[in-house]
């Protein structure tokens, strides 16, 4: 095995070679040689863990890049938002975002300078954090779920307009420029009669937008099907289940007649494939003219097209993320509950690199918007970069990744679960009390019942915090393992 490496290793930097061979003689543009070589696997196989940002008091279950790469936010079990500096690994500003309960989203909205900060989370709010010309940042709700709300999804190119889905099965569509949220429809399952059973609404995990089409988004939740939707055919302020009409969906042949499978995370890729990651199973990429159509239980599936694979990690224990590396989605990478970070050459699915992300388990794995640079955060307290630094390019992959691969898959197919240290235990039984007083709290709340429409009566003004991760609010540090 070493031998196949170390040869292909060797063929990947000979392209290298040629690569600014060409560049030096004039044939290659400076920006095709950019991209090239940020896709060439040689490179790939140097990513190397480069630093950590530490500050956060709880699990960090979410990541984002700005739009130049400089930056990068994040939210936390803390309930606290924190802006870094990615050159510097230092801390830019930190706040308390609002939320009574753990933080599942955090994005930029792109074109404000940064200013503006939407969050999702456990409590089931949707978010806004205004940062000021005084360097306050000013929260307020932008909506309200029946659940906890893991992904929003922002338009590609707009300052204004984004998506949330939650477990309440609902998908709202924000406007910033009115401070206002449309209930869109909620989505529910697929019946055998091929109608929507509106009393079984599916538990909402993860919604993305096609970059290429922006009025194409897909949806995915607890049961085998990703869904797509066309904004354009949906009317307004109609929360109804015959609002519930995707134009396509998406699901492996196998997992069709499964009732024991979810989707924990979708991207697309720079020509509208779409990645979808299942709990306890494998992740697929979908060509966008290989769906099953509007009513998959119809459609024959003897001519069906089976979709790419990606194997060896386990996603079981967490609602994992799952997106694209390199400059024309080149690569497909995911964390693992084994701890690891997992890259896969998108083509012919075969591992890139693994890398150890986490002591426990690793939730997000987010790319750098330009260069071959990724990000990654876990059940630890802290966020990892990491970068083509390694000089070591012989065994790019750890020599124990069978008896890896081998635990995972075992896991997967015995829907066990895996080895619980006694931290991560107590991590577990402390969240389960802590979220049991949570609910009793909220039920007096007046705050919970009042209606969604009481935005600007609960909004905060607050200042950045100091740099040493101290709250104000008080300190939730469990990790969230649900």
Known sequence: MEDTVVRNNKRSSQHEILEVFNRQIGVNSPKKFSRTISASEALVKRIDLAGKLIGHEGCVNTIEFNYCGDHLVSGSDDRRVKFWNVATRSLVCSYASGHVDNIFQARIMPFTDDTKIITSAADGQVRLGQVGENGHVHTKKLGKHHGRVHKLAVEPGSPHIFYSCGEDGLVQHFDLRSNSSAKLFCCSSFSENNHHSSSNSLRLNSIVIDPRNPNYFSIGGSDQYARVYDIRKLQWDQPSSNQDRPVNTFCPKHLIKTHDVSITGMSYSHTSELLVSYN?????????????????????????????????????MTVKGVSFFGPNSEYVMSGSDCGHIFIWNKKDCKL??????????????????????????????????????????????????????????????????????????????????????????????????????????????????????SLEDGNSSECSIV
């Open 280 to 316: 306890d199973e494998l992740i697929y990429l979908f060509q966008k003219d290989t769906g099953l159509g509007p009513d998959p239980l119809s459609v024959s599936n003897e001519n069906f097209e089976e979709p790419r694979m990606y194997s060896g990690h386990r996603n079981s």
């Open 352 to 469: 890139v690199r693994v890398m150890e992300g986490d002591r426990r388990i690793v939730n997000q794995v987010e790319p750098h918007p330009s260069i071959p640079v990724l990000a990654s955060s876990g059940l630890e307290k802290n966020i990892k970069l990491w970068v083509p630094m390694s000089s070591d390019n012989t065994i790019p992959l750890p020599h124990d990744l069978q008896e890896i691969m081998e635990s995972n898959k075992r896991g997967r197919e015995d829907h066990s679960r895996v080895t619980l240290t006694p931290d991560v235990i107590m991590h577990v039984l402390r969240l389960h009390r802590r979220q049991a007083m949570a609910y009793i709290e909220r039920r007096h709340n007046r705050e919970d019942i009042a209606s969604d429409e009481e935005d600007e009566s609960d909004a905060y003004v607050l200042g950045f915090a100091d740099h040493d991760g």
